[in-house]
């Protein structure tokens, strides 16, 4: 095995980190700032895959086609979830935990009966944009462009989500709100709205997520309670709502991945988890989590 | 539970009378009739993730029966008699299986049960059919065991398995220049039992056969990028895989970008008709691929009128699916034939010496006595654009008889021994 071998799997490694971290940012964000863990969030990466498969098949596949789609799909599964919150979630932010869960896990068991029903058991998958449907050459081996584009995207979704939650004003209602609800409604911030919109907000980065894996994998409606799970893994091992945490804890779980798979491939799976089990032992808040002390 | 089947009998009772309502003369001159008809119950998972390939067993199954209803029935001692289906939908669920298997034996009074998609379902049902002396007829689940170590007088088996399509598999790749195999196949029973059936059968028949890499990721991964990069940076000559569905799908997207194709020789094992379809145009040619019925070949008279009888009935093309039902009513019409009833005892022993023309190239195939499993033969072929059609299609097809892949009977009896 030479080291461009290693290069590569590290490089295959950055991919699968990103699609992990669009999965788990959006639900880091809406931990964050509403407290609530939202299982839905699996299923509205699921739901960003067959909206985009769905527009794609609209606009033919073409260049134009993929950029507009990647625009309006996450859009439109974002949009169908705000309403679910202020429809459904909203009443429920005061009470006990329990029925959050219990609704958001209800709400990820709809999705999936729904993409069942209009999408069908039988697999689909978007095509490949043409503008990437050519590897780039690096070291004499050929690594997907549309992988590229993937790596990039991810990057530049963490310093979007960045920027709106550190530079502006939104932003700042956004982190005040998350510290104290009843000042933060005391200085005359409609605290509601801002929940509404951090739940949009998380729901929109989940589908871009489920856009961006469409052209390259086949879909099923299970795969949102397989991301689901990752996502909640990678959120653990970053320290709930910590967003520099995501990326790192999503890289980490990625390239432990990759690189098990090149030296044990009989227990590539494991790895994974047996990061999440390291980090639970040695600092259970995560890697980027505040220790909290009960006392 | 209790509320649910109570509501499913109130609600298939409601539906029986509103049939009996609405086609007075079916029913009346089925009661007229002096033979009533040999019911035939199906296990079948018609909902859920295999939905479209379990309804196309079934359909290629009525056709068949159909055409033998057509011409007033199959022949018994007794005069002709038709056949009426039952089907039962168990959604995958092992459990839900057996109970249908028992409501269609008990109360439906069904003289045999016929179906099975899912290697779980088909040994869960064929335990039950096992202590209660029926006789199950699987078409399609491929699990090894269930006509190995835990097979038995009352299941037989018309369709492959495990064993026969992975030693096929080394067959034909036996006189193939690649000694050099990665492989990657999906984490659970079925994976393992096609690597090991390969395996052991290149062991066998190819020198200088030698495994590279391993990689066995899980049911439903929707990355394989990294299982790519560590498979292409083993250097093998070949890929072996028995990734299906969604998997092979995504594996094979993924692949193409890393021009995995371009620089090794792939087989995947059932990227034949199942996967051609779906894939498109975004398909690859040059893949190694195994059907049990490719529709285009032969192309004899008998398959054109299948595959009207099959488009006229339902609407659509036929699948491998559809050929592998068909078949297996073939073989049940041709066992009632000869035993001249449909009483279980009987129609075993007639069953075990029958033998039927496929329409698919694996020709005539017959049911072998000592573990009641047919030698199904299986076809390669090299995947190919077709202008002719919206999915790339298998050129150079070579038909791999099933006699000389299937496990010795001394082999299985002796299993069979052990695992009592």
């Keep these: 095995m030479e080291w461009g071998d290693f290069f590569f799997q590290f490089l295959s490694g950055l991919t699968t980190a990103m699609i992990y971290f669009l999965i788990a940012a959006g639900l880091t964000l809406i931990l964050g700032v509403l407290k609530i863990m939202n299982f839905a969030q699996g299923g509205i990466y699921m739901l960003g895959a067959y909206t985009t498969y769905t527009f794609m098949k609209l606009f033919g596949g073409t260049n134009l086609g993929f950029c507009m789609t990647l625009i309006i799909a996450p859009i439109a599964v974002a949009v169908f979830f705000t309403i679910l919150e202020i429809v459904l979630l909203r009443r429920f932010y005061e009470q006990t935990a329990l029925y959050i869960l219990l609704m958001t896990y209800g709400i990820l068991i709809a999705t999936y009966d729904m993409a069942r029903m209009i999408w069908g058991w039988i697999i689909k998958t978007a095509p490949m944009p043409p503008m990437f449907q050519r590897p780039v050459e690096i070291l004499g081996r050929f690594f997907p462009l549309y992988n590229v584009f993937l790596i990039f995207m991810g990057f530049f979704m963490f310093f979007l989500i960045w920027f709106i939650t550190k530079r502006t004003a939104w932003g700042r209602s956004m982190r005040a709100a998350a510290d104290d609800r009843e000042m933060t409604a005391a200085l005359g911030i409609n605290v509601p709205l801002v929940f509404t919109g951090v739940f949009g907000m998380g729901a929109w980065i989940a589908a871009i997520g489920g856009a961006l894996v469409a052209p390259m994998a086949g879909m099923a409606a299970d795969m949102g309670i397989e991301g689901g799970i990752i996502a909640f893994i990678v959120v653990v091992i970053a320290g709930l709502g910590s967003l520099p945490g995501a990326l790192l804890a999503a890289f980490i779980c990625g390239e432990v991945q990759a690189f098990g798979i090149l030296v044990l491939p009989q227990f590539a799976i494991a790895f994974m988890y047996l990061v999440l089990v390291i980090v639970l032992i040695v600092r259970p808040w995560g890697l980027f989590g505040k220790a909290v002390i009960i006392k | ?420």
């Excluded at chain 2, 109570?6 to 609600?11: A, P, V």
């Excluded at chain 2, 499993?373 to 995947?383: K, L, S």
Aim: hydrophobic content about 40%; glycine content about 8%.
């Design chain 2, 1 to 420: 539970m209790k509320a649910k089947v109570k509501l499913s009998i109130l609600l298939s009772s409601v539906l029986i009378f509103a049939l009996m309502l609405a086609f007075p003369g079916t029913f009346s001159s089925a009661t007229a009739e002096p033979l009533p008809p040999i019911k035939v119950g199906i296990v079948q998972s018609v909902s859920g993730m295999v939905s479209d390939f379990a309804l196309d067993d079934v359909e290629g199954f009525r056709v068949k029966i159909d055409e033998v209803n057509e011409k007033g029935g199959v022949m018994t001692k007794d005069g002709l008699r038709k056949i009426e289906l039952v089907l039962r939908d168990n959604k995958l669920k092992p459990d839900i299986a057996v109970k249908n298997a028992k409501e269609l034996i008990l109360e439906q009074k069904c003289d045999f049960l016929v179906g099975c998609i899912s290697s779980g379902v088909l040994l869960a049902v064929s335990s039950w059919c096992k202590e209660n002396k029926v006789l199950i007829w699987g078409w399609d689940a491929r699990t090894h065991h269930a006509t190995q170590d835990r097979g038995h007088r009352y299941i037989f088996r018309s369709s492959g398995n495990t064993w026969m399509n992975g030693h096929a598999a080394a067959y034909y790749f036996k006189d193939k220049p690649y000694t050099r195999w990665g492989f990657i196949n999906p984490d659970y029973s079925y994976g393992h039992s096609e690597f090991e059936a390969f395996v052991h059968g290149m062991k066998e028949l190819k020198p200088g056969f030698e495994i590279v890499t391993e990689q066995w990721p899980k049911l439903g991964t929707t990355d394989f990028t990294p299982f790519i990069t560590a498979l292409m940076a083993a250097k093998p000559e070949a890929v072996y895989t028995s990734l299906w569905g969604t998997d092979a799908m995504t594996f094979i997207k993924q692949s193409k970008g890393y021009g995995l194709f371009k620089r090794m020789k792939v087989c995947g094992l059932w990227w034949g008709m199942p996967l051609l379809r779906p894939m498109g145009q975004e398909m690859v040619e040059g893949i190694y691929a195994m059907t049990e019925a490719p529709f285009t070949y032969p192309g004899s008279p008998e398959n054109k009128a299948f595959y009207d009888a099959y488009k006229n009935r339902t609407g659509r093309m036929p699948s491998d699916y559809s050929l592998l039902g068909y078949h297996a009513a073939s073989f049940v019409v041709a066992g009632i034939e000869k035993a001249g009833t449909a009483e279980t005892e009987a129609l075993i022993d007639a069953l075990e010496t029958v033998c039927i023309d496929t329409i698919a190239p694996a020709g005539r195939i017959c049911v072998r006595k000592c573990d009641h499993q047919c030698d199904y033969g299986a076809t390669m072929g090299i995947t190919v654009k077709d202008p002719q059609w919206p999915w790339f299609v298998l050129k150079d097809i070579e038909v791999i008889p099933g006699a000389p892949t299937m496990r010795s009977c001394e082999e299985i009896m002796a299993e069979r021994a052990k695992a009592k």
